[in-house]
């Protein structure tokens, strides 16, 4: 499978971490591109509900988000943002 690779991945992926870290409370361990949402981090729906809620509003170029999709990207922090990368491409054709 191909990776999408975007000039905003890089602000994409840190912006998914840094959220998701305020999340969970802590900015301590923040977590990585390989970083699995449920394995690694534990998040369970409503933590999943606040991801999209505030990745919405701090990231309001990308428009609403669709929860199943953005749900069956979000094997990792990596995926997650490379599919917001994604969306972004598809705003700006």
Known sequence: ?????????PVLLSEVAQVAAEILGTDAERPTGETR???DL????VMLMQ?????ESRLPELGELSLPDMVDSMRSVRTLAEYLGSLLLLESY
């Open 42 to 45: 534990g998040f369970d729906s």
């Open 51 to 55: 991801l999209k809620y505030r990745l």
């Open 37 to 39: 949402f449920h394995d």
């Open 1 to 9: 499978m191909a990776t999408l690779v975007t000039s905003s991945e």
